[in-house]
């Protein structure tokens, strides 16, 4: 579960990235180093594992200057920029072999927003220039049909209807969605389904309790490495009542979504 959070300065000629990864040992005892590079970007932190421990590693910027970046290509909307996205490779060394590795794809982009008093929403930025969202709701092939080429012409035709953003259905996609909408440029709002089970918090068991804070993790860990998913709904038609809120919330604050 590797991740990069993404600071743009105001003025775009700089940007810092807070690295992270997840590590966890099957073995015996084991102390190696967990690197992670990217072309002008070489980090690595020694690391101990007991047997069965996990561990989150961090690299700061503050701790690592490479991770500010000069000048960065950063990731946009497709009316605002040009959509750029790098690649990281993450590598763990124990005795002079690599014992696991991934990459993470990603954008240089930072989301914000606030609430406006005057024009009663919420106003929404990206890399601190306002944007103006205009989107519309998503469906997946009913039949669950899978075909990329179709795919890329219905994001082509959100684009030639001049919006930004798709709002999806509460349903989670097909992964190639995100990569697409990534590519192209295309924001996506997604979030709790309405109008079924987990938006009856009144009859919730211990087990739907359980279900959903373990779905609302591995869905973040999907979804926030793509730079075009910008917003998260924790409900749908309705909000959900305190106690679900709360456990969102936490689960939401733990994994920096």
């Not at 359980?210 to 793509?226: C, D, T």
């Not at 909000?239 to 939401?252: D, T």
């Amino acid at each position: 579960n590797p991740e990069i959070i993404s600071h743009v300065a105001n003025s775009l000629d700089s940007a810092t990235l807070t690295v992270s990864a997840e590590v966890h040992n099957d073995g015996n005892p084991i102390q190696g180093v967990l690197r992670a590079a990217m072309p002008g970007v070489n980090i690595e932190q020694k690391v101990s594992l007991a047997v069965g421990e996990t561990k989150i590693i961090n690299f700061d910027p503050h701790d690592y200057p490479q991770l500010t970046l000069e000048h960065p290509k950063l990731w946009w909307p497709a009316q605002m920029g040009i959509p750029n996205l790098h690649t990281m490779k993450f590598e763990f060394v124990a005795d002079g072999h690599v014992t696991d590795e991934t990459s993470l794809r990603f954008g240089i982009r930072e989301v914000t927003s606030e609430l406006s008093d005057t024009a009663k929403g919420r106003t929404f930025k990206i890399n601190g220039r306002r944007i103006l969202i205009r989107g519309g709701g998503w469906a997946p092939d009913m039949m669950l049909r899978f075909s990329r080429a179709n795919l890329e012409k219905q994001l082509q035709y959100v684009l030639d209807m001049h919006l930004n953003t798709i709002r999806l259905e509460g349903k989670m996609e097909n992964p190639e969605l995100y990569d697409l909408a990534d590519e192209y440029g295309v924001l996506i709002m997604a979030g709790w389904c309405c109008c079924d089970h987990w938006e009856q918090w009144e009859k919730w068991n211990d087990e739907n309790h359980q279900v959903a804070e373990a779905s609302l993790r591995s869905q973040i860990y999907e979804l926030r490495e793509h730079p075009s998913v910008f917003l998260w709904l924790n409900g749908s038609d309705n909000p959900p009542i305190a106690e679900v809120e709360a456990k969102y919330l936490a689960i939401e604050k733990d994994l920096n979504w």
